[in-house]
């Protein structure tokens, strides 16, 4: 008997111990949530892992790669938007063409109007503090061969996040193309140097007192599309075109039966008409 009324005076604090966990889980989940939350888990791929699906893709077209996407079952996802466009294009050997594997990174606008300035010391100070603690460029530590960085930009601001120096910079570390959703300044310089660029419009100011960076290698939307690192990028005057990872090796496989059927029926023609073979049928 008493066992049993022992059992009957614990069941009640059991009951009100689990309650109480349960109450304090719920409360650290809010909290958990109020201080910020990414339900999208950024996967990680090693250098050989990017290299060998950028092997699968050697050569594709944005239009082959699209017909894969088709076959993959991703009809119309994946196509940017057709306000991102090349900065430039090279009709002879279509160096401005490029596959790579997604680097992410999120500018939003700043809110922070810029302080008054007395004298140039100041205001370049300023800049240069700015650039280094609030619009500075972590991504690029990530950048190796293949990369192909995504910026996800401020809207509607007129800031050259991508200018003639970073750029280039970029591609040092191995960056083969740049897209962003938004602008690029020194855009002359950026044609003649022969950086793959893809972009919506041109821009003039510098990033202090117009954006911050708000993370890096995180899902961003680029061209109306999710970008997520990882992901492969094809970029040519059609547009760009982004490859789920989980799907790239469906999608290159299809897109190469697509590629060699178009050259293989345009070289037929190029021959009727008596046309020497270009670029696009090497």
């Given at each position: 008997?008493?066992?049993?009324?022992?059992?009957?005076?614990?069941?009640?604090?059991?009951?009100?111990?689990?309650g109480?966990?349960?109450?304090?889980?719920?409360?650290?989940?809010?909290?958990?949530?109020?201080?910020?939350?990414?339900?999208?888990?950024?996967?990680?791929?090693?250098?050989?892992?990017?290299?060998?699906?950028?092997?699968?893709?050697?050569?594709?077209?944005?239009?082959?790669?699209?017909?894969?996407?088709?076959?993959?079952?991703?009809?119309?996802?994946?196509?940017?938007?057709?306000?991102?466009?090349?900065?430039w294009?090279?009709?002879?050997?279509?160096?401005?063409?490029?596959?790579g594997?997604?680097?992410?990174?999120?500018y939003?606008?700043?809110?922070?109007?810029?302080?008054?300035?007395?004298?140039?010391?100041?205001?370049?100070?300023?800049?240069?503090?700015?650039?280094?603690?609030?619009?500075?460029?972590?991504?690029?530590?990530?950048?190796?061969?293949?990369?192909?960085?995504?910026?996800?930009?401020?809207?509607?601001?007129?800031?050259?996040?991508?200018?003639?120096?970073n750029?280039?910079?970029?591609?040092?570390?191995?960056?083969?193309?740049?897209?962003?959703?938004?602008?690029?300044r020194?855009?002359?310089?950026?044609a003649a140097?022969?950086?793959?660029?893809?972009?919506?419009?041109t821009?003039?100011?510098?990033?202090?007192?117009?954006?911050?960076?708000?993370?890096?290698n995180?899902?961003?939307?680029?061209?109306?599309?999710?970008?997520?690192?990882?992901?492969?990028?094809?970029?040519?005057?059609?547009?760009?075109?982004?490859?789920?990872?989980?799907?790239a090796?469906?999608?290159?496989?299809?897109?190469?039966e697509?590629?060699?059927?178009?050259?293989?029926?345009?070289?037929?023609?190029?021959?009727?008409?008596?046309?020497?073979?270009?670029?696009?049928?090497?």
């Amino acid at each position: 008997m008493r066992t049993k009324r022992s059992t009957l005076l614990t069941l009640p604090l059991l009951a009100l111990l689990v309650g109480t966990s349960l109450l304090l889980t719920a409360a650290s989940t809010v909290e958990s949530l109020r201080q910020g939350k990414n339900f999208i888990p950024t996967k990680i791929y090693t250098l050989a892992e990017d290299q060998e699906i950028l092997r699968a893709f050697e050569g594709l077209r944005v239009a082959d790669v699209s017909d894969g996407m088709d076959r993959a079952g991703l009809g119309n996802i994946g196509h940017m938007s057709a306000d991102i466009h090349p900065l430039w294009r090279d009709f002879e050997h279509y160096s401005h063409r490029f596959i790579g594997i997604a680097v992410t990174v999120r500018y939003v606008p700043t809110n922070v109007p810029a302080p008054t300035f007395k004298t140039t010391k100041e205001f370049d100070k300023w800049v240069d503090k700015t650039y280094s603690d609030v619009t500075p460029e972590p991504f690029a530590d990530l950048l190796r061969p293949g990369s192909a960085l995504v910026i996800d930009e401020a809207p509607g601001v007129d800031v050259g996040t991508i200018g003639s120096n970073n750029i280039m910079g970029w591609k040092l570390k191995g960056c083969v193309g740049v897209v962003t959703g938004g602008s690029s300044r020194d855009t002359d310089e950026v044609a003649a140097q022969k950086c793959p660029l893809y972009l919506r419009q041109t821009g003039k100011g510098i990033r202090p007192g117009r954006n911050i960076v708000e993370s890096v290698n995180r899902p961003i939307v680029c061209g109306d599309v999710l970008v997520e690192p990882g992901d492969v990028i094809v970029a040519d005057g059609d547009g760009v075109v982004v490859v789920p990872r989980a799907k790239a090796e469906l999608v290159a496989e299809y897109a190469h039966e697509t590629m060699a059927k178009d050259k293989a029926g345009r070289r037929n023609l190029y021959k009727r008409l008596g046309m020497e073979l270009d670029d696009s049928l090497k």
